[in-house]
C-alpha cells in the first residue's frame, strides 16, 4: 500500500490561516500523526521540501527507511538561492512575485524551465499548476539553516537519494551532496527536471 499525504495549509488540509508560521518540525508531526494509523511503520518517499521532511525525521526518530527524490543539499537553501541569483538573475524577482492563484504567461515562462522538463505535456503542466500552493516562510528560513539534517550516522536504515539531470534546483552535483551526507550513492536520471515524477521520462 502507499498513502499520500497533504501537510497542514496545504491541499484540503486544514491549517491554512497559520500557515504563516508552521516550521519544518510541524510537518513533522503531521506525518507522523498520519503514520501513526498504519500497521506497520512505513518507508518515507519525499520530494524537494518533502525530502527535507525525510531527512529531520531521519536525524531524530527511528526510521524504517527512506528515499529522497531532488532534495535540498546538506548546505541548506541559502547557496541555492545564490547560485539561482548569480547565473539566472530574473528567477529570484519573479518567484517573489508567483501568486498559486494568479499565474501569468510571463512569470510561468520564466518559471518553468526550473521546474519542468520540455517533455513534460501542457495538460500535465496546467495540472501541476492548478495543486501550486504557497509555502511557509517559517519553513523556508528552516531550510536555509540546514534544520532539516544533523550529522549522519552510518546505520542500517536503508536510504535512497535520486535526482535528475536537468535539475537546475537541487543539481546533480547537490543530490551527490545529499547522498555522501547519508553515506550512500546517488542515483542521478538523464534528462528531466526538478519535477521528475511528472515528466514522461
Known amino acids: 500500500p502507499a498513502h499520500a499525504l497533504s501537510l497542514r495549509g496545504h491541499?484540503?488540509?486544514?491549517?491554512?490561516?497559520?500557515?504563516?508560521?508552521?516550521?519544518?518540525?510541524?510537518?513533522?508531526?503531521?506525518?507522523?500523526?498520519?503514520?501513526?494509523?498504519f500497521a506497520a511503520p512505513p518507508i518515507l518517499i519525499g520530494h524537494s521540501l518533502g525530502a527535507a521532511i525525510c531527512e529531520r525525521m531521519l536525524a531524530t526518530r527511528p526510521i524504517r527507511g527512506a528515499a529522497l527524490l531532488a532534495p535540498v543539499p546538506p548546505s541548506g537553501l541559502m547557496p541555492v538561492a545564490a547560485r539561482l541569483a548569480a547565473t539566472n538573475p530574473d528567477y529570484l524577482p519573479h518567484l517573489a512575485q508567483m501568486d498559486p492563484g494568479r499565474m501569468s504567461a510571463d512569470l510561468m515562462t520564466t518559471l518553468r524551465p526550473f521546474y519542468f522538463s520540455?517533455?513534460?505535456?501542457?495538460?500535465?503542466?496546467?495540472?501541476?499548476?492548478?495543486?501550486?500552493?504557497?509555502?511557509?516562510?517559517?519553513?523556508?528560513?528552516?531550510?536555509?539553516?540546514?534544520?532539516?539534517?544533523?550529522?549522519?550516522?552510518?546505520?542500517?536504515?536503508?536510504?535512497f537519494v535520486l535526482g535528475?539531470?536537468?535539475?537546475?534546483i537541487s543539481t546533480p552535483d547537490d543530490t551527490r551532496a545529499t547522498a555522501s551526507h547519508h553515506h550512500t550513492t546517488a542515483t542521478v536520471l538523464p534528462g528531466m527536471a526538478h519535477m521528475l515524477m511528472l515528466d514522461p521520462a
Open 11 to 37: 491541499g484540503a488540509s486544514g491549517g491554512r490561516e497559520s500557515l504563516y508560521i508552521a516550521s519544518l518540525d510541524d510537518y513533522v508531526a503531521d506525518v507522523e500523526h498520519v503514520a501513526a494509523t
Open 118 to 159: 520540455d517533455e513534460v505535456e501542457p495538460h500535465l503542466l496546467a495540472d501541476a499548476l492548478r495543486h501550486l500552493n504557497g509555502e511557509s516562510p517559517r519553513v523556508l528560513f528552516d531550510l536555509s539553516l540546514r534544520l532539516h539534517w544533523a550529522p549522519a550516522q552510518r546505520s542500517a536504515t536503508p536510504i
Open 164 to 168: 535528475a539531470e536537468g535539475d537546475r
